[in-house]
């Protein structure tokens, strides 16, 4: 897939960090969210988002529920997104000519 072009073997491999790291992000954040989100909605803090988790209501603020649920979306689209910036075919990056 990559002999005959290193650059572009390069990239992806940088590239490939990506979703990994949005995940162990993902992972820090939930964890993190559900140590510390209360069962009922609080209107003065701003928790009142409901999501379940392990059978139980449990309330985040507006930012925690939308990176709760984008962390995990982002990371599966950016496999994709990855592979259609790299793609010769596309020509989005200008590879050169191997010497």
């Known amino acids: ?3 005959d072009n290193p ?4 990239i992806v491999y940088k590239l490939s960090f990506l979703p990994v790291a949005l995940f162990f992000i993902w992972g820090a ?3 993190y ?5 209360p069962h009922f909605p609080e209107k003065s803090t701003g928790k ?8 139980m209501d449990r309330y985040l603020t507006r930012t925690q ?3 709760f649920v984008g ?7 950016s496999i994709p997104l990855m592979i259609a910036l790299t793609s010769p075919k596309l ?8 010497d």
């Open 1 to 3: 897939m990559f002999e």
């Open 7 to 10: 650059k572009r073997k390069q």
């Open 29 to 31: 954040v939930g964890f």
């Open 33 to 37: 969210t559900f140590s510390s989100a």
């Open 48 to 55: 009142t988002y409901g999501i379940s988790y392990k059978s």
């Open 65 to 67: 529920y939308y990176l």
């Open 71 to 77: 962390l995990p979306l982002a990371g599966f689209l």
């Open 91 to 98: 020509g989005l990056i200008k590879y050169s000519a191997p």
